[in-house]
């Protein structure tokens, strides 16, 4: 018997069948969308950065551009590439992300003297201002999820392991 939390918030229970179907109180098999892992990961990422947007509001980002800003706050400076390969997004995600930094004077992209082929990206003053703001978002957010810190370790800590092995070679 196995018990499964549904998306509304009920339980159900099944028990899995040799045939892949499952029998139980919600009669669910295993195509059931709310037995599917990547419906859950779906709901929850566009329900968590749903929850960002008015926490991010007065600080005049959208989620995007935090992430971008927090690789920049702890780096201090980045080439283009190497931002890109931290936040796993392509140049044609990024360069808008980076233009629309630029034009909020946040950050500044400059050829690197070292290679001329990269361009990095730095904080301006007003974006290195803007972290002592953002350092209301993190007890904002969890606030929001009404979960603890040890709740939101233990699951960021679950969803790197399942990046890791989602996006390690079969």
Known sequence: MV????????????????????SGSGGTDLLALDQQVCFALAVAARSVIGLYRPVLEPLGLTHPQYLVMLALWQHRRLTVKGLGGLLQLDSGTLSPLLKRLVTLDLVTKTRDERDERSVVVTLTDAGSALREEAL????????????DVGDLVSLRDSLTAVITAATSPP
């Not at 549904?6 to 028990?15: A, M, P, W």
């Not at 209301?136 to 979960?147: H, I, N, S, Y």
């Open 3 to 22: 018990r499964h939390w549904t998306y509304d918030g009920g339980v159900s229970t099944t028990t899995p069948a040799v045939d892949g179907t499952a």
């Open 136 to 147: 209301a978002v993190p007890r904002a957010v969890m606030a929001r999820l009404g979960m």
